[in-house]
Each structure stands twice: as C-alpha cells, then as structure tokens.
C-alpha cells in the first residue's frame, strides 16, 4: 500500500478550506472594521496613508488628531438600486483607525487630501519652544 495514497490529509484540507473562515462571521460581526494604514515619517513630518476605497464624499471621512494620536473614522455603504447583496467581501458600514505616531505634532499645521481610495495625512512635528520662559507670579498671603 502506497503511504501517498491514503486521504490521512483530508480532514486537515477541509479544516482549512475557504469555509473554515466563514464560521467565525458571526464572531466578527458588531466589530468596527480598521482600515490598513502607513505611517512614514521623516525628521519633523509624518505621512499617514489610509486605505478607503469607495468613499463617495470626503465629508464622510472625520479626522482628529490629538497629541500623538490620529483617529481616522467614517462609514462606507456601498448601495446599487434594485440590487440585493448575494455575496460580501468588501467591507461595508463604520469604520475606526487610531494610530499612534511616532512623536507629538503641530494642531495648527496639518494638511489632508483623499485621492483614488487613499486617505493622506501629512502632519508636522511639535516643536517645544524652549526659549520662551514663563513667569510665575507669586500671591502674598499676609
């Protein structure tokens, strides 16, 4: 009897079919999906790429960045009139991104632009300004 030739490996191969991961929808649903992202970053300036593909209005996409932190969050439904959904690999409804960056950045300096499916966020180092000194007036008591 040829060793090659028994099915010891068929359990194994429908383990690991494409339905395998279909069991666990119902486990995954509820979750806010996280969009992939990049954060490159040069001296004093970060680029953060966002992966949203079929966005329709950029007023969809909402942006707060607080210290070192970038939140990226909105929501995507894709709808096609008289069509039902027979079948989903896209996903669609809310989605969230908080990143952390690399070092704080500047609230009053910060650009965003949305391009074939591409969120970017180009931010700017803060700079503490180590010069300025502040005086402390100290009350009497008496």
């Known amino acids: 009897m040829d060793y090659y030739s028994h099915e010891w490996n068929s359990p194994l191969k429908k383990f690991f079919e494409d339905d395998f991961l279909g069991n666990?929808?119902?486990?995954f649903n509820g979750m806010v999906q996280q969009p992939r992202a990049n954060v490159?970053?040069?001296?004093?300036?970060?680029?953060?790429?966002?992966?949203?593909?079929?966005?329709?209005?950029?007023?969809?996409?909402?942006?707060?960045i607080n210290?070192?932190?970038?939140?990226?969050?909105?929501?995507?439904?894709?709808?096609?009139?008289?069509?039902r959904l027979n079948h989903e690999e896209i996903y669609q409804g809310e989605f969230k991104r908080v990143m952390e960056l690399p070092f704080r950045v500047r609230q009053d300096k910060k650009d965003a632009s949305y391009q074939r499916g591409i969120l970017t966020v180009h931010l700017?180092?803060?700079i503490p300004d180590?010069?300025?000194?502040?005086g402390v007036t100290v009350r009497d008591e008496d």
């Open 24 to 27: 666990f929808n119902s486990f």
């Open 40 to 64: 490159y970053e040069s001296e004093n300036e970060i680029i953060c790429a966002v992966f949203l593909p079929g966005i329709k209005k950029v007023e969809d996409i909402h942006l707060t």
């Open 67 to 83: 210290d070192r932190t970038l939140e990226v969050r909105g929501n995507l439904n894709l709808d096609y009139n008289g069509f």
């Open 124 to 126: 700017y180092r803060l």
């Open 130 to 134: 180590n010069k300025s000194t502040h």
